[in-house]
Every structure is written in C-alpha cells, then in structure tokens.
C-alpha cells in the first residue's frame, strides 16, 4: 500500500469513536460490504437503493429557490457515496511496514461491490417520494419518513384535514367531489365530462402511491392561451407542492425515448410533455402508459435495468391529436374560453397561488373520496379500462360513484378525430364496396387503381400512403393489410384466405351477417 509521509500519525491509537470501523482484509470484501450496509441502515442517513443505484433523500439548500428545504432524491456517484460512507465509517488497512492499522478513504472495489449488489442488498428499496398525504390501505399517513411497507418516503410531516378525520360516509365524499369542481370552476370546460378528466388526473396524481399504470391525460385547447398549462400546474401544485417540469417531444422517436425514460429513471411523480404540435403516438410512450415495469438502458451503459414504473403523464397542445394505440389509454380534456384572445382573461386570484394556499385541503378532498368509495365495497361502475384495472377500481368508479360523468368517455372524441383510424376505416369501405366478400390480391388492387386513375380508389390509396408519383406501392400496401388482419373495423374484418399463384389472399368479411 501507499503510505502518508507521516505513518505515526496516521496509525494512531484506536480509540472510542461515534463512526462505525470497518477493517479492510484481503478476500473478505462482502465482509467489508456487509458491514457498511448495516451502518448506512442504523445511521441517520436517508440512503435506499432505487432504480439501479444508491440514491439519498436530502433537503434542497437553494435558499433563492421556493425549493429550500424540500426534500429530493440524490443519485450517488462513486465519489460522493464515499463522501457520504465518512460520515457514518472509519475504514482502516494494515501496513506490514509499521506493523499497524491506518485510516484510509473507501476503496472503488468497496463502492462498487456496495453500488452492484442489487437484490442481494440489505439497503431497503425506495417506491417513491413525496410529501404529500397518502393513503395505505384506509388508513392516512401523514408522518414524516420511510414507511418500511409501503417503501414511500414522506419527506414532511402533514396536518390531517378535517375531512378526513371524521367517518368516511357517501356524502362527505360527494361534498368533497363538489369541492373540487368549484375550485376547478376557473377553467374554460368544455364539457363536463372533460370536468370529469380533469378532477380524475388531480385524484390520480394525488393517489398515485396505489396506482399502477394510470392513463395519459391530455389537455387540449383550440387556441393558446386558454389555460392548459394553468391547470397542469394547479394540480400538479396540489399533489406535488410544485408546478410541473415540462418536457417537449424529440424530432424523432429514439430521442423522445431517451428523454421518457430518463424521467422515469430519476423517478419524477409527473412527465408533462408540452407543445404537442405533431400527432402523439410511439412505442415507448405506449409502454410507460400500460407496463408496471420497464426495462430501460442507462445513458452510456451496455445493461438493461428494471425499474418500477410510478409516473403520471400529461400532454398539452392546440388541438391536439391522438393517434394509432396510444388511444386507447388516453383521456381528453378540452378547455375552450369562446373568445379570440383568451390570455387577456383577468382571475380575481392566481389559481395556482390558491392550489398552494389550500393545498392540504384539497389533497384531503381527493383522498377522502377514494378512501369513502374503498370503505363502501368500491361497487363497480363501468367495465374495467384495459391495463389499468386499478385506476378504474380505485378512481374512475370512485368519482362516477359520487355523481360525476364518466371520465373515459371523453376516449369518444379521440377515436373521431384519428386520423390514422379514419384511413384505416375508409380502406376497408372500400375494400367491402369493390370485393363484398370475394377473395382479392394486392396484384388486383393495383388494376383497379389502374383502371380508375383519377377515381375513389386512388383517393383512398393516397391517404392510406401507398401512391407515389401515381403508382401503387405494393409493399406499403402487403404490410398494411397485414397490420390490419382480423381487426374489427365499421363491423368489417380483414382475415388472410390462404395463397394463390404464390401471393397472400385476403378477404374482407362483414361480421353482422357473415360471422365466423
């Protein structure tokens, strides 16, 4: 080993200390690691592992920021995880030259071992932070710390609202449900039902400790101004104390990837996307919405981790399009102010300055209606959304249960104004008014396009993107119809029957009255 220059005053006496010590003997590292595990769980120190790597919950120190004091989530490097081990350990070698112990710093091969072990790990794993009231099964937490069962961080301690220290009964929640509205009243609904999509992200961001995939809630305006962002913030102000941190879409899906699964990475409670400009759609967006767990590759590393996924997403545009699968786990709210300018509204007071004054009210009016609703048996209300069972058990039934519209059927207005759908619905017309049931080839569609040059046919191809410079592209098309089979569509359905002359054959059946 190294030596400092002054060995006696290094290998001093060992004497009483407050700071665990840890001695260093060669092949007995998960000795060494197992140690420090075991003083990073009796310290004082907010240490977890989390998402792939050691993190620490500590207080924000920027005193010019509204932030000071908030606590956040701290991803440790190897040189600031041994920074932080000093303060809790003492490590020591042995030198054979002066035949005694020395204080050394925590060697790399230590903070990798204690960074690597994963699942092997006795640091305890961290779900989420907040500093918000949650609730764990009927009960409300509302005491600072880390809750062991439900590994959520609750970074201060939180008066009880009166609302939820009195008997979760039917009416206090649809007393609660009320409150909500009039406070939401500000903004420009265009229905109640986007009302309805409203209240229910606000519930959702505020429950999302028991939720598991929740859908994407998207605020939509026909001119800017109106306030979406407004609203996005005012409930993100109300669950999360904080107004949202926006993100834009990449110019293309590998970068919007990145900066999707970066977000989840660091844990954000919410990821709103804004100036949606461009139709949204994509795989990766798809997966965060509807898979409990996503498997994401780290910037600059060459493994796949695990993380569990616990994020609301918004999106924000003028109107804002929706297309392909990302419908279906999508819900639109539409702010409409009837008026050229909308941004030259006035407000008696700043909404989201009010969120924050009441803030622990209104966290209290959303947990008391999802708490009442689970107290009462939580009766079902409407068939389950698809892959997101808890999110309609627990806050779809919920505020349909206390008199408000269904917030899912706002899913209505999207699927109309898809266009990709509307392509799709209008190739299989036609597919139906030229073959009605006879089998066809992607050979014969292109005669008909020939023969009609200038008639619906092409029409239909060229929305469907298969003519260019007037000449059908029979590979576009062979890929389409196979992205289309045996998808229902206008009561029409598009199975594969077989080959002939070495081609695939479909037929377009309508299901009405030839139903296999």
Same mark, same amino acid.
């Given at each position: ?43 004082? /120190? ?5 998402? @792939?790597?050691?993190?620490?919950? #500590? ?21 600031? /995880? ?21 204080? =050394? ?23 989420? *932070? ?92 026909? =001119? ?25 879409? @990449? ?33 990766? $967006? ?51 102010? +009837?008026?050229?300018?909308?941004? =030259?509204?006035?407000?008696?007071? +700043?909404?989201?300055?009010?969120? $924050? ?9 959303? *947990? ?21 069972? =808890? ?16 917030? #899912?059927?706002?899913? +209505? ?20 008014? &030229? ?9 014969? /569609? ?7 040059? &200038? ?11 298969? #003519?260019? &410079?007037? #000449? $059908?592209? +029979? ?15 206008? @009561? ?5 029957? @077989? ?18």
């Amino acid at each position: 080993y190294r030596f400092p220059p002054n060995h006696s005053s290094a290998a001093t006496t060992i004497e009483e200390r407050t700071k665990t010590q840890i001695y260093l003997h060669a092949g007995k590292l998960h000795e060494a690691i197992t140690a420090v595990e075991d003083a990073l769980n009796q310290s004082n /120190l907010h240490i977890f592992r989390f998402n @792939g790597s050691i993190v620490e919950i #500590v207080a924000s120190e920027d005193k010019k920021s509204a932030d000071e004091g908030r606590k956040q989530i701290h991803f440790h490097t190897r040189a600031s /995880l041994r920074d932080r081990l000093g303060v809790i350990i003492e490590c020591f070698r042995y030198s054979i030259k002066i035949q005694a112990w020395y204080r =050394t710093n925590a060697p790399n091969d230590l903070i990798d071992g204690l960074t690597e072990r994963g699942a092997l790990s006795s640091i305890p794993r961290l779900k989420r *932070l907040t500093d918000c009231l949650y609730l764990t099964g009927d009960q409300v937490v509302c005491k600072s710390g880390f809750n062991e069962r439900t590994r959520v961080f609750l970074g201060r301690d939180v008066p009880t609202p009166s609302i939820l220290k009195a008997k979760p009964e039917r009416a206090s929640a649809e007393l609660s449900y009320i409150e909500l509205k009039e406070f939401l009243a500000t903004f420009p609904f265009k229905t109640a039902t986007n009302e309805a999509v409203a209240i229910s992200a606000l519930l959702a961001l505020s429950d999302s400790a028991n939720l598991g995939n929740v859908p994407l809630f998207t605020f939509n305006a026909p =001119t800017a101004g109106t306030g979406k962002s407004l609203l996005v913030d005012v409930i993100c102000g109300i669950a999360t104390g904080k107004p949202a941190a926006v993100m834009s879409r @990449g110019k293309d899906e590998a970068e919007t990837e990145k900066r999707l699964h970066s977000a989840a990475l660091r844990g954000d409670d919410l990821i709103a996307i804004d100036n949606c400009e461009v139709p949204l759609k994509g795989d990766t $967006l798809c997966q965060i919405l509807t898979q409990p767990k996503i498997s994401i590759q780290p910037l600059g590393a060459s493994r796949l981790i695990n993380i569990e996924k616990q994020v609301v997403v918004m999106a924000k545009g003028n109107n804002l399009e929706v297309q392909t699968d990302l419908v279906r786990p999508t819900l639109l709210c539409t702010l409409d102010a +009837n008026c050229e300018r909308p941004e =030259t509204r006035e407000f008696a007071e +700043n909404p989201y300055k009010k969120a $924050l004054k009441r803030r622990d009210e209104l966290v209290g009016h959303c *947990l008391n209606i999802v708490r009442t609703f689970q107290k009462a048996g939580a009766p079902k209300q409407a068939h389950p959304l698809g892959s997101f069972k =808890t999110f309609s058990s627990r806050i779809r039934d919920a505020i349909v249960w206390v008199g408000s519209p269904d917030p #899912v059927a706002s899913q +209505n207005v999207l699927r109309t104004n898809d266009r990709s759908l509307e392509t799709q619905s209008r190739l299989i017309a036609w597919l139906w008014t &030229n073959f009605e049931g006879a089998p066809f080839r992607v050979k014969e /569609l292109a005669e008909i396009l020939c023969k009609s040059p &200038n008639g619906d046919a092409e029409d239909v191809m060229a929305d469907a993107g298969f #003519v260019r &410079n007037g #000449v $059908l592209e +029979n590979a576009r098309m062979g890929r389409l119809l196979r992205k289309l089979e045996g998808k229902i569509i206008g @009561g029409l359905r598009l199975p594969r029957e @077989g080959t002939a002359q070495k081609a695939k054959c479909w037929r377009i059946r309508n299901m009405q009255t030839n139903w296999r």
